[in-house]
């Protein structure tokens, strides 16, 4: 075994972070094994394709798989560690956490745990997953200890949230420091030691369950951030007052910065994680609830301003350029652009969506009436009213000509 401890490690789930995850890794000598539900995920991996956009990840993932360091699997394999890297949404109706991936990735690892193994839970959770991790295991596998209970365990357990933006992926796994709350003293140790082949900023060693806070705590301070802008913009509507201007003229302030208003939140993160401090202490959260009020709130008011448009307009064609929660990226996930959309296809009215990343609607809209996916090109050409939803490049390059004489609602404020 290497002298670090680890030979081969296991990374179930291959999204925007488990797949760079085991890329990396593998590119540092381990024997990753990366565990996919999805077969067609799988497939492509094992040609050394990669299915999601993110800058350098194909070469990594490529070279990792040409030299055998890198395979996908659909079930876990016998190895020393194991990350997981899945999904955690929330419920749509009461906006509570769901654990059901979590919890089937979880109890996979069982017939495949030996004494020594290292278990790292890196998708966010609420306070005090990372216990239940241990315990739903310890029910496993009588035969081993864990360490809620355990201060010597067979097993070492751990949750160490991904800090990463995406267009940013490889070099912030790498480069960013990492808060790592073992169960125990030694499971927060032995972490770091993994960590510690292929990351190069600190290993800030804690609890558990103060780990899973601080994850929830980073994205309710940027949600709360951005709501105070969002609300901004929309009192700078009713007023009739441009928001860009007041936010930078507020902002020669030497101790204000207030952020960029925008058409809402998205992303699994920063749209998702605040509800789980929410659920975790629900009469205690009144400031990070309100400010994910108004954040789910802003793409239908901006829906709203845009229906009242077209209202003035025979037939109108409504182009919505942009699908993606953040710009340059292909991940749609709870991204406000969807949800624009689909309030204005209850209108009645064409709508044309433009997405340089996809190739086809993603299923929130495929088959809403009205609702096509179009170049850029032609959706300027035939729109009536332009909506810019998503500060893509390709964009930001629009001239202003290609604007003329349409009704322009511009999300992000870079055609001011």
């Known amino acids: 075994m290497a002298e670090h401890g680890f030979d081969t490690l296991t990374v179930i789930g291959l999204g925007y972070v488990g797949l760079p995850t085991a890329a990396i890794f593998a590119n540092q000598g381990l024997d990753v094994v990366g565990v996919d539900t999805n077969v067609d995920v799988v497939d492509m991996i094992n040609r050394g394709e990669v299915h999601i956009v993110e800058p350098d990840l194909d070469k990594i993932v490529q070279d990792a798989v040409s030299k055998g360091s890198l395979r996908a699997a659909t079930v876990p394999e016998v190895a020393d560690a194991f990350i997981i890297a899945v999904p955690t949404p929330f419920t749509d109706e009461d906006h509570k956490p769901d654990l059901g991936y979590l919890m089937a990735a ?57 800090r990463v933006l995406p267009g940013q992926v490889i070099a912030e796994l790498t480069k960013n420091d990492r808060v790592i709350g073992g169960l125990t003293p030694a499971c927060g140790a032995r972490t770091a ?93 009144g400031l990070i609830r309100a400010a994910r009020k108004v954040n789910d709130a802003k793409p239908h008011h901006l829906s709203g301003q845009i229906l009242a448009a077209a209202a003035a307009t025979a037939s109108p064609v409504i182009a919505c350029l942009g699908l993606s929660y953040k710009a340059d990226i292909d991940d749609l996930r709870q991204s406000p652009a969807i949800t624009v959309i689909q309030d204005l296809s209850q209108g009645g009215h064409a709508v044309v969506a433009v997405e340089p990343h996809i190739n086809t609607l993603p299923p929130e809209l495929d088959g809403l009436d009205g609702v096509t996916l179009t170049s850029l090109d032609d959706a300027l050409n035939n729109a009536d009213i332009v909506v810019l939803l998503v500060d893509h490049k390709a964009f930001k390059e629009v001239h202003q000509d290609r604007l003329t004489g349409k009704t322009v609602f511009d999300a992000r404020g870079i055609w001011r």
């Open 106 to 162: 979880t109890e996979s690892l069982a017939p495949v745990l030996k004494a020594g193994d290292l278990i790292i839970v890196e998708s966010t959770v609420p306070v005090g997953t990372t216990k239940a991790v241990s315990v739903r295991l310890a029910a496993l596998c009588p035969e081993l200890t864990f360490p809620h209970d355990n201060d010597a365990p067979d097993i070492h357990i751990a949750h160490s949230p991904e």
């Open 193 to 285: 030691a993994l960590y510690a082949i292929a990351v190069e900023g600190q290993c800030l060693l804690t609890t558990a369950a103060t780990a899973e806070l601080v994850k929830l705590a980073e994205n309710a301070y940027r949600d709360v951030n951005i709501a105070f802008a969002n609300e901004l913009s929309i009192i700078s509507d009713r007023l009739g007052i441009d928001p860009w201007e007041a936010v930078r003229l507020a902002n020669h302030h030497p101790r204000v910065n207030i952020l960029q208003p925008g058409p809402g939140v998205g992303g699994h993160c920063i749209a998702v994680d605040p509800w789980f401090i929410v659920d975790s202490a629900p009469d205690d959260s």
